[in-house]
């Protein structure tokens, strides 16, 4: 193993790859038995892993500092290069489909490895390999647009990272100022982002019309395998949300109001839910990955060995930099059986929770890259997948205090409202792009119109303060989920009803919870969603009355708490 600082990058040799995949396509179509068919999947496996790795160290750096040519460069050649090897990948996964072996595969593996390669055969060919570069393309911009926006704040230099702490200021001013602020940098850039935004929804139905779907939404569900249910079961969890959720959380920023005593609360109120201020972490960055690494060692032997991994190899990188993209994300380099973690920390909450959020991710990945043969099943959806983190942040409750010190219980507070809060926010942005795709020759002010409809609908306590931009539906753009990863967002209010059920369970018995929680981590993606979901022994959130049996204890628990 190496530490990432050390490691190199150097371009794939995709000359080799394509012949590594000429060869098992050869060896697939001419296996006299099994073993032999078996052999030629796991040579290019790992070809793939080393092709994988690369890409993934080239697309960290990138990240890491958008303005870097070198990286900029490489990742506009290896997106090219990529969606070059589409009509070789698909003759590759057409001849596993066609493999006299399948049921030997299957008997091994699972079902579950045949069902993605099944829908990747119908979402990907060669008619789509110049729109693909694009959408890469465009995607890139889009971070490095959003990446190197700054604006001066009360003599500071600002991105938007920057401004969040100063909007859970106490003093009421400073948050109102911040928040015009922040909105006036998204206006600013809003005519780039509008005009990426459209190229994007203009490109992906283009794309899912050349591949035989009658809309790109019905082409992402395939994408994002979502075998299990469909688009009307998501309306329906929608319609649990707003019924349920919604309703409880207009009371607590009702409660909030009052606590601040204020006679409106408006939209840069929300984030301070303390009057005299939020609870924010004790230390430094260092300071606060030592005190997430005695956390770890006390969790759980499997959570010790995974973080001193992480540490002692520095998988990090955590402080927010000019020109670094936003957001945080786990990738992995499988070539090391490594995860990695990115963030921007800006001192608040936020960056704990990044500790223990994308730790969740990072601890599955590294427990899945060790037990899990097949790279493709060491994870699985994103339903799945934010099981891992969003239960993570709950099982780490016991350890606040050493982050905290005396506001301890304000952070758990204020972690619990936020997780709940958060959800009628989630399915809004499900609903706009289902919205978007349905009708992708909207303009750009219809499509804030839509966002601000729909956001009254499930939010109606959200009040931007006449805040022109914001007042007529700009709110949309800053989540970059919508520009990067389509209909990736409902996943997040999906998993965080699992992980409110492992939170109440370990009310009653940790120990237990645990074990169904480590269960799931180690089966990845080698099973379908809702059989993963069993396997972890939750419930389903589609089913009528589950969301109710989710939050109920948490909607108790937060009557007590605030």
């Known amino acids: 193993m190496m530490d990432f600082r050390e490691m190199p990058y150097a371009r794939p040799d995709m000359d080799e790859t394509k012949r590594v995949y000429e060869s098992a396509i050869e060896k697939l179509q001419s296996a006299a038995n099994y073993q032999e068919a078996r052999k030629a999947f796991f040579d290019l496996q790992e070809r793939e892993r080393q092709d994988s790795t690369m890409m993934s160290l080239c ?3 990138n990240t890491i500092d958008t303005a870097d040519a070198y990286y900029e460069g490489e990742m506009k050649w290896l997106r090219e290069q990529s969606a070059a090897l589409i009509p070789l990948r698909k003759r590759y996964q057409q001849s596993l489909a066609d493999s006299p072996f399948r049921q030997d595969f299957e008997r091994e593996f699972g079902a579950q490895l ?17 729109d693909t570069i694009r959408e890469g393309e465009i995607k890139q911009q889009y971070q490095k647009d959003s990446a190197m926006a700054k604006t001066s704040f009360r003599g500071e230099s600002c991105n ?37 935004y459209d190229e994007l929804v203009h490109l992906r139905d283009g794309m899912a019309r050349k591949l035989g779907f009658s809309c790109y939404t019905d082409l992402a569900y395939l994408q994002r395998r979502r075998f299990d249910y469909t688009q009307a079961d998501a309306a329906r969890f929608r319609a649990q949300v707003k019924e349920i959720i919604t309703p409880a959380v207009a009371a607590l920023r009702e409660k909030q109001r009052a606590r601040l005593g204020l006679d409106k609360l ?4 929300e984030a301070l839910l303390f009057p005299e201020g939020n609870a924010d972490p004790i230390g430094d960055m260092e300071t606060l990955v030592k005190k997430a690494q005695n956390m770890y060692r006390e969790m759980s032997p499997e959570t010790g060995e995974f973080f001193d991994f992480m540490v002692k190899y520095h998988l990090f990188d955590l402080e927010t930099r000019p020109g670094k993209r936003m957001g945080g994300y786990m990738t992995r380099f499988p070539a090391y059986q490594a995860p990695f973690i990115f963030s921007n920390f800006n001192g608040t909450s936020a960056d704990v929770d990044v500790l223990t959020h994308e ?25 799945i997948n934010e099981i891992h983190s969003m239960t993570m942040e709950h099982f780490a409750y016991p350890w606040m205090e050493s982050f905290f010190g005396e506001n301890s219980e304000k952070y758990l507070t204020a972690h619990l409202i936020g997780a709940l809060s958060v959800i009628p926010y989630m399915v809004c942005v499900d609903e706009f792009q289902h919205r978007m795709y349905e009708k ?20 109606p306590w959200r009040d931007y303060d006449g805040e022109a931009f914001l007042e007529e ?21 999906l998993a965080q009803m699992c992980a409110f059920q492992y939170y109440g369970r370990m009310k009653e018995n940790r120990r237990e919870a645990w074990q169904d929680y480590l269960r799931l981590c180690r089966a990845g993606g080698t099973r379908g969603y809702f059989e993963l979901l069993e396997e972890g022994h939750l419930l389903n959130p589609f089913r009528e009355g589950t969301v109710e049996k989710s939050v109920g204890h948490i909607i108790q628990e937060l009557q007590e708490r605030y």
């Open 59 to 61: 697309s960290v750096r």
């Open 114 to 130: 045949f069902r993605l390669i099944d829908a990747a055969l119908k979402t990907t060919d060669e008619r789509v390999i110049s």
């Open 160 to 196: 938007f990272y920057g401004l969040l702490k100063h909007m859970e200021s106490t003093d009421r001013q400073e948050r109102k100022e911040a928040y015009h602020a922040w909105a006036g940098l998204y206006e600013e850039i809003s005519p780039k982002l509008d005009a990426q």
């Open 266 to 269: 408006h939209y840069y109120d």
């Open 359 to 383: 730790a969740g991710h990072a601890f599955q990945g590294y427990l899945a890259m060790r037990s899990i043969p097949l790279s493709m099943l060491s994870g699985s959806t994103s339903e």
């Open 440 to 459: 992708p020759d909207l303009t750009a002010l219809e499509r804030r119109h839509v966002w601000r409809a729909i956001e009254k609908e499930y939010m």
């Open 473 to 493: 539906g700009g709110f949309w753009m800053q989540k970059q989920h919508i520009f990067l990863y389509p209909f990736y967002y409902i996943d997040y209010a």
